[in-house]
């Protein structure tokens, strides 16, 4: 049995239980670490770092022992070294609690003997779930999504570890967590899906934010016999660098277009309501031209609301969607002073990017990536005013 998918790439059939999924995970991890704990940091990126003693010392089927008193909470597994114990609580298709995250940290620390307690929320969520910035320090999060695609990329470990890698990369096929295997045109939102989340693990500081659209849309009672939703041909997945990754703030973001299969990424901007945008966009559109073209990135300009992607529109609305890709430097000024259709919704995004191909997606989007950080990032996170200062330093 294969799992079911969403057109947006989300899973909503799950093939094994959460517990199976939490013991085959603890197995393969104590396994490597009879080696040592290089494969098990390295699923972790920058969450935790253990030292070469580390054990497992709990799992669902052998529990850490109770706390002297209150609720116990059980933690699905527990790993822990000379200096420290770090228990996870794994989530699939479910939601956090605080009153179980705080018990099981309570409970990490009845255990601890002297050591640094830990506990990590690992979850399907995409981005840092709102309860965890809510929550003590010592609860931290990471996603199975990107704990997998940092076994998929197959990058920073030796030739040790390919054993492990190989049935690891099996383990997160089998339950539904499959890795960027290029851009598939029959399941092009899947296929960008995908290369979204492994693109951000291959660039420190770098996560993904938020998509959009969120989740099918549905046309409004009254222009469609019911409410039957619609499937949108553009799709912006952002990313998460400094900012908070929302589409509607300055951030790196991935934009794709189904029907004509077009992928790119670059810098979003988004003007509408902002007025501050706006005055800089219009004051410096002659120099923000001349340095896109200095830059050779193209400007896609587009209006980013429901009505995207709508095939059927109401007599006399106009459609929604106008991806121009400017090329003159007389246009490119023209749009950046376009106060007139920033203030409505028929150009409220800007995106300053690259294309990519899609045969080569994911070295092509990295690399772009990283050249839009050199053009675009500030001390506070990326920002279209660093274009102008980078040009002026030079």
Same mark, same amino acid.
């Given at each position: 049995?294969?799992?079911?998918?969403?057109?947006?790439?989300?899973?909503?059939?799950?093939?094994?239980?959460?517990?199976?999924?939490?013991?085959?995970?603890?197995?393969?991890?104590?396994?490597?670490?009879?080696?040592?704990?290089?494969?098990?940091?390295?699923?972790?990126?920058?969450?935790?770092?253990?030292?070469?003693?580390?054990?497992?010392?709990?799992?669902?089927?052998?529990?850490?022992?109770?706390?002297?008193?209150?609720?116990?909470?059980?933690?699905?597994?527990? @790993?822990?070294?000379?200096?420290?114990?770090?228990?996870?609580?794994?989530?699939?298709?479910?939601?956090?609690?605080?009153?179980?995250?705080?018990?099981?940290?309570?409970?990490?620390?009845?255990?601890?003997?002297?050591?640094?307690?830990?506990?990590?929320? @690992?979850?399907?969520?995409?981005?840092?779930?709102?309860?965890?910035?809510?929550?003590?320090?010592?609860?931290?999060?990471?996603?199975?999504?990107?704990?997998?695609?940092?076994?998929?990329?197959?990058?920073?470990?030796?030739?040790?570890?390919?054993?492990?890698?190989?049935?690891?990369?099996?383990?997160?096929?089998?339950?539904?967590?499959?890795?960027?295997?290029?851009?598939?045109?029959?399941?092009?939102?899947?296929?960008?899906?995908?290369?979204?989340?492994?693109?951000?693990?291959?660039?420190?500081?770098?996560?993904?934010?938020?998509?959009?659209?969120?989740?099918?849309?549905?046309?409004?009672?009254?222009?469609?016999?019911?409410?039957?939703?619609?499937?949108?041909?553009?799709?912006?997945?952002?990313?998460?660098?400094?900012?908070?990754?929302?589409?509607?703030?300055?951030?790196?973001?991935?934009?794709?277009?189904?029907?004509?299969?077009?992928?790119?990424?670059?810098?979003? @901007?988004?003007?509408?309501?902002?007025?501050?945008?706006?005055?800089?966009?219009?004051?410096?559109?002659?120099?923000?031209?001349?340095?896109?073209?200095?830059?050779?990135?193209?400007?896609?300009?587009?209006?980013?609301?429901?009505?995207?992607?709508?095939?059927?529109?109401?007599?006399?609305?106009?459609?929604?969607?106008?991806?121009?890709?400017?090329?003159?430097?007389?246009?490119?000024?023209?749009?950046?002073?376009?106060?007139?259709?920033?203030?409505?919704?028929?150009?409220?995004?800007?995106?300053?990017?690259?294309?990519?191909?899609?045969?080569?997606?994911?070295?092509?989007?990295?690399?772009?990536?990283?050249?839009?950080?050199?053009?675009?990032?500030?001390?506070?996170?990326?920002?279209?005013?660093?274009?102008?200062?980078?040009?002026?330093?030079?």
């Amino acid at each position: 049995m294969q799992p079911s998918w969403t057109v947006y790439g989300q899973l909503d059939q799950d093939i094994r239980d959460e517990e199976t999924f939490n013991n085959c995970f603890a197995d393969l991890v104590d396994d490597s670490l009879a080696l040592d704990a290089g494969f098990l940091n390295h699923l972790l990126g920058n969450e935790v770092t253990f030292e070469d003693d580390a054990k497992v010392e709990g799992t669902d089927l052998e529990p850490l022992s109770y706390r002297d008193e209150g609720t116990d909470r059980k933690i699905d597994f527990t @790993i822990g070294d000379s200096s420290k114990i770090v228990g996870f609580e794994s989530k699939r298709r479910d939601s956090l609690s605080k009153s179980q995250l705080e018990g099981e940290l309570a409970k990490l620390e009845h255990n601890a003997d002297g050591r640094e307690p830990i506990l990590i929320a @690992i979850t399907e969520d995409i981005r840092r779930p709102s309860l965890i910035k809510e929550l003590s320090t010592d609860i931290r999060w990471t996603s199975w999504f990107k704990i997998s695609q940092f076994v998929f990329s197959g990058g920073g470990l030796g030739e040790e570890w390919q054993p492990t890698i190989s049935r690891a990369k099996k383990m997160f096929r089998e339950f539904g967590y499959e890795g960027f295997d290029g851009i598939d045109t029959e399941e092009f939102r899947v296929s960008v899906w995908e290369l979204w989340k492994q693109a951000a693990t291959q660039i420190d500081g770098l996560d993904t934010g938020e998509r959009w659209p969120y989740q099918a849309i549905k046309e409004p009672k009254g222009t469609s016999t019911g409410w039957k939703p619609i499937d949108p041909d553009w799709m912006l997945l952002t990313f998460s660098d400094g900012a908070s990754g929302d589409s509607n703030e300055t951030c790196y973001a991935m934009l794709s277009n189904k029907r004509s299969q077009e992928l790119r990424v670059g810098l979003a @901007i988004r003007p509408w309501q902002d007025k501050a945008l706006q005055e800089f966009l219009c004051d410096n559109a002659e120099a923000l031209a001349d340095r896109v073209i200095e830059a050779e990135l193209e400007v896609v300009q587009f209006p980013l609301n429901w009505l995207v992607g709508r095939k059927n529109l109401p007599k006399g609305t106009k459609k929604a969607v106008t991806a121009d890709n400017p090329s003159s430097r007389e246009e490119l000024v023209s749009a950046f002073s376009d106060r007139a259709g920033m203030e409505d919704d028929g150009a409220n995004r800007f995106v300053l990017g690259y294309p990519v191909e899609l045969s080569n997606a994911l070295e092509e989007s990295v690399t772009s990536l990283k050249k839009l950080r050199d053009l675009f990032e500030t001390n506070d996170g990326p920002a279209i005013e660093a274009l102008l200062s980078e040009n002026q330093s030079q």
